[in-house]
Antibody, heavy 118, light 107 residues
Framework: EVQLAESGGGLVRPGGSLRLSCAAS????????MNWVRHAPGKGLEWVAH????????FYGDSVRGRFTISRDNGKNELYLEMNRLRAEDTGIYYC????????????WGHGTQVTVS | DMRMTQSPSTLSASVGETVSITCRAS??????VAWLQHKPGKAPKLLIY???ILDRGVPSRFSGSASGTQFTLTISSLQPDDIATYYC?????????FGQGTKVEVK
């Protein structure tokens, strides 16, 4: 069974930093493009970042570009999100998501980790 | 940039009713549209991808349809377990765009 387990969330002051991790089990992320998606309180889902299976290419949503960095370690089967210069509007649940091998849709989701900037 | 306009924002229906949620894309999508179900405190769940293809294990009362840039999720015979927020999302190789979400309630 595919499982994605996020960790590293917490309470941080505005301007601070956090590093989220996502450990995959039940499948190898070697050939899967990976994403981070967040859910702010009272709002809808928002795509945050994408990284290709090799890790060579990354893309970011407008609201986080230049502040967040997505990376991966295929040897450890892990995905990361380095978040800097955090703002109150970055508060929310952050989900690690694996894309389908056969398309670009978001297929497998973790349960999320809470980030609170206050 | 792609925009997905989803409606309604909330809907309330009785058990057994058929309900529909619509998303309109601002540009051509090549039918790269998926639907997700999100229950409070749980991971979002993929229901449909490529506009009409049901993901494995998803009950057959869920279906997706497409007409040009308009996409529809239909739940036939609504069940109490279907209480959730539903999102459409456009996907391509570089980004994803979500609709605003539709909260489904059972009367």
């Amino acid at each position: 069974e595919v499982q994605l387990a996020e960790s590293g969330g917490g309470l941080v002051r505005p301007g601070g930093s956090l590093r989220l991790s996502c450990a995959a089990s039940g499948f190898s992320i070697d050939y899967a493009a990976m994403n981070w998606v967040r859910h702010a309180p009272g709002k809808g889902l928002e795509w945050v970042a994408h990284i290709t299976y090799s890790g060579r290419v990354t893309f970011y949503g407008d609201s986080v570009r230049g502040r967040f960095t997505i990376s991966r370690d295929n040897g450890k089967n892990e995905l990361y999100l380095e978040m800097n210069r955090l703002r109150a509007e970055d508060t929310g649940i952050y989900y690690c998501v694996a894309e389908s091998f056969s398309g670009y849709y978001l297929e497998n989701w973790g349960h999320g980790t809470q980030v609170t900037v206050s | 940039d792609m925009r997905m306009t989803q409606s309604p924002s909330t809907l309330s229906a009785s058990v057994g009713e058929t309900v529909s949620i619509t998303c309109r894309a601002s540009e051509n999508t090549n039918q790269w549209v998926a639907w997700l179900q999100h229950k409070p405190g749980k991971a979002p769940k993929l229901l449909i991808y490529k506009a009409t293809i049901l993901d494995r294990g998803v009950p057959s009362r869920f279906s997706g349809s497409a007409s040009g840039t308009q996409f529809t999720l239909t739940i036939s015979s609504l069940q109490p377990d279907d209480i959730a927020t539903y999102y459409c999302h456009y996907y391509d190789s570089t980004s994803k765009t979500f609709g605003q979400g539709t909260k489904v309630e059972v009367k």
